[in-house]
């Protein structure tokens, strides 16, 4: 079975800093993972993803995530973190072919960026 | 493209009663259709998993008499809650999944339930 765990419910950081969200996973077989962001009474919008293509992912708003398999981690990083970027962040698991490609979530992780 | 609409947005009611929620797939076909419910400051919970013309599966624990899921063509689904109650207020979101992307969900924007 596969699972998610992201480090740090509130990540807070000042406007220009590094903003860094960690996710680990757990899988018996190479997993797909997303990032997902939602603002508040909103749905998810993906920020990327990983399929087994290159390790390091770029996505949207500048995001990205390197996947690396010696530490079951996909962690996403911004280097200069805007206003706009506070929101909640869930991390997700999913193989393929899997219980119809059921995607495992993580608790999130809300950040805040402090002007 | 891939772009998933939900309605209501909102939605207030009493308690008792039924309300429905629509999930529509606006520029695919939806194969697969998946309801979600969100407590406040959590995470989301898979509710059912629904084929298009098949019977939802339900995650354990969800009542599926009382979650009604039809999803009747390929480009839309519905949830209906019924008799609901006050513990059943929560933002429910569906996605939808393109059959040659097999991994790759897309959400909708949610809906709010209230039930007073």
């Known amino acids: 079975a596969q699972s998610v765990t992201q480090l740090g419910s509130h990540v807070s950081v000042s406007e220009g800093a590094l903003v860094l969200l960690r996710c680990n996973y757990s899988s018996s077989v190479p997993p797909y993972l997303f990032w997902y962001v939602q603002y508040p009474n909103q749905g998810l919008q993906l920020l990327l993803k990983y399929t087994s293509a290159a390790t390091l992912v770029k996505g949207i708003n500048g995001f990205e995530a390197e996947f690396k398999k010696s530490e079951t981690s996909f962690h996403l990083t911004k280097p200069s973190a805007h206003m706009s970027d506070a929101a909640e962040y869930f991390c997700a698991v999913t193989v393929y072919g899997g219980s119809q490609g059921n995607l495992i979530f993580g608790k999130g992780t809300k950040l805040s960026v402090k002007p | 493209g891939a772009v998933v609409s939900q309605h209501p947005s909102r939605v207030i009611c009493k308690s008792g009663t039924s309300v429905k929620i629509e999930c529509r797939s606006l520029d695919f076909q939806a194969t697969t259709m998946f309801w979600y419910r969100q407590f406040p400051k959590q995470s989301l919970m898979l509710m059912a998993t629904s084929n298009e013309g098949s019977k939802a599966t339900y995650e354990q624990g969800v009542e599926k008499d009382k979650f009604l899921i039809n999803h009747a063509s390929l480009t839309l689904s519905t949830l209906t809650v019924t008799s609901a109650h006050p513990e059943d207020s929560s933002f429910y979101i569906c996605?939808?999944?393109?059959?040659?992307?097999?991994?790759?969900?897309?959400f909708g924007p949610g809906t709010r339930l209230t039930v007073l």
């Open positions: 996605s939808a999944r393109d059959s040659r992307t097999v991994n790759e969900q897309f």
